[in-house]
């Protein structure tokens, strides 16, 4: 297989420095706010974007836990840590991928090229953005009930990071 380029576009900035202390999904921290700085190369590329909602923000997961090991295609995801139940890599969304992109559905709070201020925050401070397109229902929503495997067998409290479901004691911060 060939090796695919990819170029950053911009970088996030949140609050957060640690990743057992970032909430595990956008849509479970929408207190949340960051922005996203783009390359003045890629600013003009916003034109438009203030007219969505929503935005799927597609991000390099840049501060691997274990960089000096390939991640394992079996693995606990974070909702899974109290039972220590395996699942296949691609049927989780945590971090630790073959390829280390992330992706967030981010809520678009106000365009001003070039900086983009979205709700929803999942990731490190920092954090290499690689693309971003906007959420269209029409495309992105399926019709129905979708399954969600094992997702829909677990609880899971808004502001759910890494840390707190190690230990479920812990209260919100």
Same mark, same amino acid.
């Given at each position: 297989?060939?090796?695919?380029?990819l170029?950053?576009? @911009?970088?996030?900035? #949140?609050?957060?420095?640690?990743?057992? %202390?970032?909430? /595990?999904?956008?849509?479970?921290?929408?207190? @949340?706010?960051? #922005? =996203?700085?783009? %390359?003045? %190369?890629?600013?003009?590329?916003?034109?438009?974007?203030?007219?969505?909602?929503?935005?799927?923000?597609?991000?390099?997961?840049?501060?691997?836990?274990?960089?000096?090991?390939?991640? +394992?295609?079996?693995?606990?995801?974070?909702?899974?840590?109290?039972?220590?139940?395996?699942?296949?890599?691609?049927? #989780?969304?945590? +971090?630790?991928?073959?390829?280390? =992109?992330?992706?967030?559905? =981010?809520q /678009?709070l106000?365009?001003?090229? +070039?900086?983009?201020?979205?709700? @929803?925050?999942?990731?490190?401070?920092? #954090?290499?953005?690689?693309?971003?397109?906007p959420?269209?229902?029409?495309?992105?929503?399926?019709?129905?009930?979708?399954?969600?495997?094992?997702?829909?067998?677990?609880? =899971?409290?808004?502001?759910?990071?890494?840390?707190?479901?190690?230990h479920?004691?812990? +209260?919100?911060?």
């Amino acid at each position: 297989m060939e090796n695919v380029p990819l170029t950053v576009i @911009g970088v996030v900035r #949140t609050g957060y420095a640690e990743r057992e %202390a970032t909430p /595990i999904q956008a849509a479970l921290n929408r207190a @949340g706010h960051g #922005t =996203i700085e783009m %390359a003045d %190369a890629y600013a003009e590329g916003l034109d438009g974007l203030d007219g969505f909602d929503y935005a799927w923000l597609l991000t390099w997961l840049h501060r691997p836990d274990r960089p000096e090991e390939a991640a +394992p295609l079996r693995q606990v995801p974070f909702l899974l840590r109290s039972q220590q139940r395996r699942m296949g890599i691609f049927a #989780t969304r945590g +971090p630790r991928r073959v390829n280390s =992109i992330g992706l967030s559905l =981010i809520q /678009i709070l106000e365009v001003a090229a +070039p900086v983009v201020r979205f709700a @929803g925050v999942d990731l490190l401070d920092g #954090t290499p953005v690689v693309d971003l397109k906007p959420y269209v229902s029409r495309f992105d929503r399926p019709d129905g009930e979708p399954r969600c495997g094992w997702f829909d067998q677990v609880a =899971i409290d808004e502001g759910a990071t890494p840390r707190r479901l190690s230990h479920p004691a812990q +209260p919100p911060p």
